[in-house]
C-alpha cells in the first residue's frame, strides 16, 4: 500500500514551524510495511486543501491530513475532506459531550458557534477521539478501498491519536508488519561502518540493513517485514547477531537509546551515582544526563568551573598546575576529576576542559581540543581515564560532541568494570 501525508498549515509553508507531523507518521507507517510515497504541504486554503486530497487519492491508497482541525476561520481541513469525499457532517454527540466536559474543565460556561464544528463528522466516519486537545480526529475508508484520515496538528494530540486509534485500524488493513532493530554506536565513522559490514548490506532482502548518521551517531536500523511480530524479529536476529560481532565495540544503545539514558540505566542497575565538572561545556552534560526520567536516583551535583579560580576553589585544581599547563590539558582534566570524585563521594565522575571556540585556539591548543576525564570508585581504588579530543564544528557541535563523548567514555569504563 502507499501512502501521502498532506500537511495543513500556512505556517509550515513560512517556515515558523518544522513539520514533524509527517516524520513521526511517516516512522509509524513504515513499521505496517506501509510506504509514504509523498510528503505535501499546502497552506491554510480550501481550493488548494481540496486539489491536494483529489491528487493525492489518485496517486496512493492512504491519505492522511494533519493540522486544521481547530475552531477558527482558516481550519478547512475536515471540511475540505469531506468536501472531497461528497459526505455531509453533522453532530457527533459523543465529540459534542466531550467538548462541554473539557471546556467546563477550563471554566469556559458559553461554547461558541465557531467550536461545535469540531465536535461535526459523517454518519459513516469512525471519529477518533482527542484525549488531550479539543480536535477530535476522523478515519473513512471508502468503498474503493481507499483510506482518508485527518489528524490534528499539534504532536501532543496527534501521535497519541495515531498511535492509539490509528495505527491499530491500519493494522488490520495491511495485514504485515514491519519490525525495525537500531544499533547505536559512536566512536567510529559512517564510511568505515559500512566498509566493516559491507558483505551484509550487499546481501540484504529480508531484512533490510540501512545506516544512518546524525547527531554523532552512526546507526544501523534492521527492518523485517513478516505476518506477525514474533515472526519478524525471529528474521532480525541473525543479522543483528552478524553485525554485533563487527561492531560491538561501538555499540551503546539500541533503538530509542540516548547515550544518557543508558548512562542513566546502567547506573541504577550498578547502584552507582554520578557528578560532572565541567568547563567547556557549560552545563551541557549534567543537563542531558538530568533530562532522563529518574536521574534524581544517580546524580548527586554538578559543577560549572568555567573560570581557573573556579576550578581550583571548588575541584581542587592546584594553582601550579594552571600555570604550568594551562586550563586545557591532560593535567588539569585529571585534577579535575580526581577532585570532584573525592569531594562529592559519588561513584563517578565526570570532567571536561577544553575549547569551543570560535575563538581562543593556538597552534598547540586548537579550537577543538578537548580533555575528557572519568573516574570511576572500585574495589582497588580509583580507575581514572583521561582522553585527549579533537572536535570540529562550531561551537555549539564542539560542545554537543564533547558532552556525547564524556557521557560514552563514563559508559566504557562501567561495563568494563
Known amino acids: 500500500m502507499k501512502a501521502e501525508i498532506i500537511s495543513v498549515g500556512t505556517e509550515l509553508l513560512l517556515?515558523?514551524?518544522?513539520?514533524?507531523?509527517?516524520?513521526?507518521?511517516?516512522?509509524?507507517?513504515?513499521?505496517?510495511?506501509?510506504?509514504?510515497?509523498?510528503h505535501t504541504v499546502v497552506g491554510d486554503n480550501w481550493d488548494r486543501t481540496v486539489d491536494a486530497i483529489s491528487l493525492a487519492a489518485s496517486r496512493c491508497d492512504i491519505v492522511i491530513l494533519t493540522g486544521g482541525l481547530g475552531?477558527?476561520?482558516?481550519?478547512?481541513?475536515?471540511?475540505?475532506?469531506?468536501?472531497?469525499?461528497?459526505?455531509?457532517?453533522?453532530?457527533?454527540?459523543?465529540?459534542?459531550?466531550?467538548?462541554?466536559?473539557?471546556?467546563?474543565?477550563?471554566?469556559?460556561?458559553?461554547?461558541?458557534?465557531?467550536?461545535?464544528?469540531?465536535?461535526?463528522?459523517?454518519?459513516?466516519?469512525?471519529?477518533l477521539d482527542n484525549d488531550h486537545g479539543t480536535a477530535p480526529g476522523m478515519y473513512y475508508e471508502r468503498e474503493d478501498a481507499h483510506v482518508f484520515a485527518a489528524l490534528p496538528g499539534p504532536p501532543s494530540e496527534l501521535k497519541p491519536m495515531f498511535s492509539n486509534y490509528v495505527m491499530p485500524l491500519l493494522q488490520k488493513k495491511s495485514g504485515k508488519v514491519l519490525v525495525s532493530r537500531v544499533l547505536r554506536m559512536y566512536g567510529i565513522g559512517e564510511s568505515s561502518m559500512e566498509t566493516r559490514v559491507k558483505d551484509i548490506l550487499d546481501a540484504q532482502t529480508n531484512p533490510t540493513v540501512a545506516p544512518l548518521l546524525g547527531n554523532g551517531d552512526v546507526t544501523l536500523?534492521?527492518?523485517?517485514?513478516?505476518?506477525?511480530?514474533?515472526?519478524?524479529?525471529?528474521?532480525?536476529?541473525?543479522?543483528?547477531?552478524?553485525?554485533?560481532?563487527?561492531?560491538?565495540?561501538?555499540?551503546?544503545?539500541?533503538?530509542?537509546?540516548?547515550?544518557?539514558?543508558?548512562?542513566?540505566?546502567?547506573?541504577?542497575?550498578?547502584?552507582?551515582?554520578?557528578?560532572?565538572?565541567?568547563s567547556c561545556t557549560g552545563g551541557l552534560i549534567a543537563s542531558r544526563i538530568t533530562d532522563v526520567q529518574g536521574s534524581s536516583e544517580v546524580f548527586n551535583e554538578g559543577f560549572v568551573t568555567y573560570a581557573n579560580e573556579a576550578k581550583v576553589k571548588h575541584l581542587g585544581v592546584k594553582e601550579q598546575t594552571l600555570i604550568d599547563y594551562g586550563a586545557v590539558s591532560e593535567q588539569t582534566?585529571?585534577?579535575?576529576?580526581?577532585?570532584?570524585?573525592?569531594?562529592?563521594?559519588?561513584?563517578v565522575a565526570i570532567a571536561v576542559t577544553g575549547i569551543a571556540g570560535p575563538g581562543g585556539g593556538t597552534h598547540d591548543k586548537p579550537v577543538g581540543l578537548v580533555w575528557v576525564g572519568v573516574a570511576v570508585k572500585t574495589s582497588d581504588g580509583i580507575k581514572l581515564s583521561v582522553t585527549k579530543n579533537n572536535f570540529v564544528g562550531n561551537r555549539e557541535k564542539i560542545k554537543f560532541s564533547t558532552s556525547t563523548t564524556a557521557i560514552i567514555n563514563a559508559i566504557k569504563m562501567i561495563k568494563n568494570l
Open 15 to 38: 517556515g515558523q514551524i518544522a513539520n514533524t507531523d509527517a516524520q513521526y507518521i511517516s516512522q509509524e507507517l513504515s513499521k505496517l510495511g506501509i510506504g509514504v510515497y509523498y
Open 71 to 127: 475552531p477558527t476561520a482558516d481550519d478547512l481541513t475536515k471540511e475540505a475532506l469531506c468536501s472531497y469525499l461528497g459526505l455531509e457532517c453533522v453532530m457527533h454527540q459523543r465529540s459534542y459531550e466531550r467538548l462541554c466536559e473539557r471546556m467546563k474543565k477550563h471554566n469556559i460556561t458559553a461554547m461558541t458557534q465557531n467550536n461545535y464544528k469540531q465536535a461535526m463528522f459523517p454518519e459513516s466516519a469512525t471519529v
Open 221 to 278: 536500523r534492521i527492518t523485517a517485514m513478516a505476518d506477525n511480530l514474533q515472526e519478524a524479529k525471529l528474521l532480525i536476529e541473525p543479522t543483528e547477531k552478524a553485525l554485533t560481532e563487527r561492531l560491538g565495540e561501538y555499540i551503546y544503545g539500541y533503538d530509542d537509546d540516548t547515550p544518557q539514558s543508558v548512562l542513566v540505566e546502567l547506573l541504577k542497575q550498578k547502584g552507582l551515582t554520578v557528578a560532572t565538572a565541567e
Open 333 to 347: 582534566a585529571r585534577e579535575m576529576v580526581l577532585g570532584l570524585i573525592e569531594r562529592t563521594n559519588c561513584d
